[in-house]
C-alpha cells in the first residue's frame, strides 16, 4: 500500500521533529489451517518513525458486512477514536480524519458534530397539499401530482443498483437497523399497542425477511425516505430532500413510503391512491407488489408510533396498523383490494 501523500505531513504534526523510517503491511491471517481468519475489515500500515515510535494508519476496505458506503467507514473510524480511551490497556486513538483524493490528510481530531450544507428549494410541501386533500377532496391537480410522483420514481428506480450485497444489506436494515422495524417497535411504550401485537407483526416481517435477501435482481437506486415531508412541488417540478440509507434498495420501499401515507389521509386520499398505482405499475418492470409488505409495515410503525404522531386518534392508529397486518398475511400486495374499509 502507497503512503498516503499528507501521511508524513500529518505524523510530522502529531510528533514533530520525527520522520517515516519505514511503512509495513500487517496482512490478512496466512497461517492456514482450521483457526485461520480469513477475512479482515481494515488495511493497516504499521509505521516506524525516526525517534522509535511505532504507529498503525488504518483505512477500511469496502465489504457487505455494513463498510459498503463510504459513511460507513467514515463512522467505524470516528468510533474507534471516540471509544479507545474508554476501553482499559486498549491501544491509543491518536487521530482521525480523512484521505482527501489528492492524498492530502484532513484531520478530525478535536471535532464534534458533524455537519451538511444542501440547497433551499422554494414550493409546496406535498404533506400540505395532502392536508388539503382530506379536508376538501382530491381535485384533478391532486391526481395529477400524484402521477408525476410515480413518474419520478420510475426514474429513479431505472438505475440499477452497485452490487448484490447492497440488496441485501437494504432487507437486512428494514428490519434490525435502528431506523427500521426493530428499532421503530423498540420505541413503542406502555399499552397503546399491546407487546404481543408488536411482536406478531416483527416476527411476520421476519418472514418476509427470507421471501426478499436473496431477490438481488431487484435492487434499484432508491431515495429511501420518499414520504410527503421529503417532496416539495414547485409549478410543474418536484423536488426532493433528504434521500437516506445509500439510496438503493428495493423500489418497494419507495412506493409504500408515499403510499401509504393515502391511507392515513383517509378515503378523500383514495383517487391519489388509484392514480399513482395505475402510473407506477405501468411502468414497474420488477413488479413492487410482490415486495411491498414488509416495507408497509415499516411506514406503518411510524404513523401509528405515539412517538412520531402524538395526536393520532386510537381508530386511526388501529386503522393503519390493521392494513399493514393485511399486507402482511397475503403472497402478494392487492393495490385494488388493499384499500382499508
Not at 415531508?229 to 423500489?251: K, T, W
Amino acid at each position: 500500500m502507497t503512503l498516503p501523500a499528507g501521511l508524513r505531513a500529518r505524523l510530522g504534526e502529531l510528533f514533530p521533529g520525527t520522520h517515516v523510517v519505514r511503512a509495513i503491511p500487517l496482512r490478512d491471517d496466512e497461517t492456514g489451517g482450521p483457526e485461520m481468519k480469513a477475512l479482515g475489515y481494515g488495511r493497516p500500515l504499521r509505521i516506524q518513525l525516526s525517534d522509535g515510535r511505532t504507529v498503525v494508519f488504518h483505512v477500511l476496505r469496502p465489504d457487505d458486512f455494513g463498510h459498503d458506503r463510504r459513511a460507513d467507514r467514515v463512522g467505524n473510524l470516528v468510533l474507534a477514536y471516540d471509544t479507545f480511551a474508554q476501553v482499559p490497556h486498549h491501544a491509543h486513538a491518536l487521530d482521525v480524519g480523512l484521505v482527501r483524493d489528492d492524498g492530502l490528510l484532513v484531520s478530525l481530531a478535536n471535532t464534534g458534530e458533524p455537519y451538511l450544507v444542501t440547497s433551499w428549494v422554494d414550493g409546496t410541501l406535498y404533506a400540505d397539499e395532502l392536508r388539503h386533500v382530506h379536508q376538501h377532496g382530491a381535485s384533478p391537480v391532486d391526481v395529477a401530482h400524484a402521477e408525476a410522483l410515480a413518474r419520478v420514481l420510475l426514474e429513479i428506480h431505472a438505475q440499477p443498483g452497485s452490487h448484490p450485497g447492497a440488496y441485501t444489506r437494504a432487507i437486512r436494515d428494514l428490519l434490525g437497523h435502528g431506523e427500521g422495524i426493530f428499532g421503530l417497535v423498540d420505541s413503542y411504550e406502555g399499552d397503546v399497542v399491546p407487546p404481543a401485537r408488536l411482536r406478531a407483526l416483527e416476527e411476520a416481517c421476519l418472514a418476509w425477511r427470507w421471501k426478499l435477501r436473496d431477490q438481488t435482481h431487484r435492487l434499484r437506486r432508491t431515495h429511501g425516505d420518499f414520504h410527503p415531508f421529503n417532496i416539495v412541488l414547485a409549478s410543474d417540478r418536484v423536488h426532493l430532500l433528504d434521500a437516506s440509507r445509500g439510496s438503493e434498495g428495493d423500489p418497494a420501499d419507495d412506493v409504500a413510503c408515499l403510499a401509504i401515507n393515502f391511507v392515513f389521509f383517509g378515503e378523500p386520499a383514495r383517487p391519489l391512491w388509484d392514480a399513482f398505482w395505475r402510473t407506477y405499475l405501468a411502468g414497474d418492470g420488477g413488479d413492487v407488489r410482490a415486495a411491498v409488505a414488509p416495507f408497509f409495515a415499516w411506514r406503518a410503525l411510524v404513523l401509528a408510533s405515539p412517538k412520531w404522531y402524538p395526536h393520532l386518534a386510537p381508530g386511526e392508529r388501529e386503522r393503519i396498523l390493521a392494513f399493514a397486518e393485511g399486507a402482511l398475511a397475503a403472497p402478494r400486495f392487492d393495490h385494488e383490494a388493499g384499500w382499508p374499509p
